[in-house]
């Protein structure tokens, strides 16, 4: 794989650790050992090759402090995996033998729960409940049968308000041994995790107490315009499995198209439960697996469709100034802070042009730029793109969408009729009238 370096191991008779440090989508890993499978493309993220002994996949798993590329110049100190957050995605098979060796290079104890599986309760990865914890320098193995087939997540259960804060997760995708009744066959299987942080402009670690007040919305540790786009080719079947480890749900809405929600992170969906959705909510700890028919070419926006979770480094505390008149005041500010700019007056958008000045390392709260401008998004934001000469098995973007004649949005020249307003009615109250709250005892709601 490219990007992929192996690291030298001192440690006698295990798999050698695979460490990734590229931020961009790694192409998929095809097998070539134990039972084949159509392999999964994490977006801005990789799979985690494995070794074959005597039958059991033996995977290495590296739990360590990492810095992750948020956005170009924009890096954040987190925990994680193999030199990254998210971890590496784990692709077994249903029936699979599989031994996970995980070293602990955390400055604390650490475990590993296999969020979703269905495995003996000693390998569930709950410190002090089903295991001691694995220490500081130690490597612990966990070995279990992949049982059933769908998409699950790991992350720590040791410590976990920090672990997990900072960044401590990865996706693990079962595929069927054999056509299964509920899953079909796809020509794109696409994943990512939702997860989210609270990082102080200029700083580089997040706060890990902090239970509702995010302010990096992120795809597999990434915001928008640096989270990759997904790239398909027209009439494609594609499968997208999104979890959640933030704390809060998000609801997915894809533009342009219709969409099965195909699997949770308790397996497939049977067919008679399912309908079509442009908009699924992902909760708190859940996997939702989406499949569609790539039918409509163009350039299609994929988000979360909570409005402050498609801006970065938002400012909780900043005032509305919607309709305040700054006239006459900017130059006066100015001469005593000359990097002062007017902010909020007719809406935010104007953030999507300015170049105002922002603490080093930090993301601004939104950008990105299409064929037509800024595009004014930030955090949990990507594009679908559909294109009838995207090659099979081609992950590439390709580029900006060329809209035929006619078919884009266009300002309209001609007179603009009066417009028409109803008559006020007779029975509608005075522009004056004051309701009056009902008192007293007995009186019910």
Not at 27 to 38: A, E, K
Not at 300 to 323: E, L, Y
Request: with cysteine; hydrophobic share 35%; glycine share 10%.
């Amino acid at each position: 794989m490219a990007g992929l370096a192996v690291a030298r191991s001192a440690l006698a008779g295990l798999p050698e650790p695979v460490i990734q440090t590229s931020v961009d989508t790694a192409p998929p890993l095809v097998p070539t050992s134990g039972p084949p499978y159509n392999p999964v493309v994490t977006l801005n993220g990789w799979t985690l090759p494995w070794r074959m002994n005597n039958g059991v996949k033996e995977f290495h798993l590296v739990a360590e402090p990492v810095v992750r590329e948020v956005s170009p110049g924009f890096m954040v100190n987190m925990w994680g995996y193999n030199g990254q957050s998210p971890g590496p995605t784990i692709e077994v098979v249903e029936g699979d033998r599989v031994r996970i060796f995980v070293t602990n290079k955390l400055p604390e104890h650490t475990t590993v729960h296999w969020h979703g599986q269905r495995l003996p309760s000693g390998m569930d990865g709950v410190g002090g409940l089903t295991q001691r914890a694995i220490p500081v320098g130690k490597t612990y193995v966990y070995e279990f049968e992949a049982r059933r087939p769908g998409t699950f997540m790991y992350h720590p259960h040791a410590d976990e308000m920090v672990q997990m804060a900072m960044g401590m997760m990865g996706m693990w995708v079962t595929h069927p041994k054999a056509q299964h009744p509920h899953i079909s066959a796809v020509d794109r299987d696409f994943c990512f995790l939702l997860n989210a942080f609270d990082v102080e402009p200029g700083s580089k670690t997040p706060k890990i107490n902090t239970m509702t007040d995010f302010n990096i919305w992120c795809w597999n540790s990434r915001v928008f315009p640096a989270i990759d786009s997904l790239n398909v080719r027209l009439n494609d079947r594609v499968r997208i499995r999104i979890g959640n480890l933030t704390m809060t749900n998000h609801p997915i809405h894809l533009h342009g198209h219709e969409f099965l929600v195909t699997g949770t992170d308790g397996g497939p969906t049977p067919p008679s439960s399912r309908w079509y959705e442009v908009t699924t909510d992902v909760a708190v700890g859940q996997m939702r697996q989406i499949e569609l028919i790539a039918d409509e070419e163009g350039d299609w926006a994929m988000h979360c469709h909570k409005s402050h979770h498609t801006m970065n480094a938002m400012g909780h505390d900043v005032p509305t100034m919607i309709g305040v008149d700054h006239r006459g005041l900017v130059k006066k500010i100015q001469k005593v802070a000359p990097d002062y700019m007017l902010m909020g007056e007719r809406g935010m958008a104007d953030m999507g042009e300015m170049q105002m000045p922002i603490p080093d390392n930090t993301a601004p709260m939104m950008t990105g730029t299409g064929q037509f401008g800024p595009l004014e998004m930030g955090g949990m934001f990507t594009v679908f793109k559909v294109r009838k000469d995207q090659k099979p098995g081609d992950y590439k973007d390709p580029g900006p969408y060329k809209f035929p004649e006619g078919t884009v949005a266009y300002e309209w020249n001609g007179a603009l009729p009066p417009a028409q307003r109803p008559a006020a009615s007779r029975d509608a109250p005075p522009a004056n009238a004051k309701a009056i709250k009902p008192t007293g005892k007995g009186m019910s709601h």
